[in-house]
Nanobody, 134 residues
Framework: QPQLVESGGGLVEPGGSMRLSCAVSGVTLDLYTIGWFRRAPGKDREGISCVTSTGDSTYYADSVKDRFTISRDNAKNMVYLQMTGLASEDTGTYYC???????????????????????????WGQGTQVTVSS
């Protein structure tokens, strides 16, 4: 079972940047698709970005497209979320999550949109708080 630990959150001014990290332990990272989610105060959890187990595909929610960048470093068992142009609407608790992907599955299954609601992430971190405020 993978263990996920988020870090890098904190307070940032509007327009600023921040990089979140997700440390994954206990498994071989390249067998897992990783997603980033956030929960803003009073709102439902939102899937904002994900990277497939192969690393070949990344997906973004419209709310963060062109501002956030997801990346993975399998050698370090780390997944990152680089956030730029932060606004108050980005305030929330950010979570990373992992879903196992069998490398023998068809490519279409491995590369499908990992932000789709039907995608079932089984393993979650505890979250890191991001507050965008002046």
């Amino acid at each position: 079972q993978p263990q996920l630990v988020e870090s890098g959150g904190g307070l940032v001014e509007p327009g600023g940047s921040m990089r979140l990290s997700c440390a994954v332990s206990g498994v071989t990272l390249d067998l897992y698709t990783i997603g980033w989610f956030r929960r803003a105060p009073g709102k439902d959890r939102e899937g904002i970005s994900c990277v497939t187990s192969t690393g070949d595909s990344t997906y973004y929610a419209d709310s963060v497209k062109d501002r956030f960048t997801i990346s993975r470093d399998n050698a370090k068992n780390m997944v990152y979320l680089q956030m730029t142009g932060l606004a108050s609407e980005d305030t929330g608790t950010y979570y990373c999550a992992a879903e196992f992907r069998n490398p023998r599955w068809p490519r279409g299954m491995l590369e499908r949109n990992c932000l789709e609601i039907s995608y079932n992430y089984d393993h979650w971190g505890q979250g890191t708080q991001v507050t965008v405020s002046s």
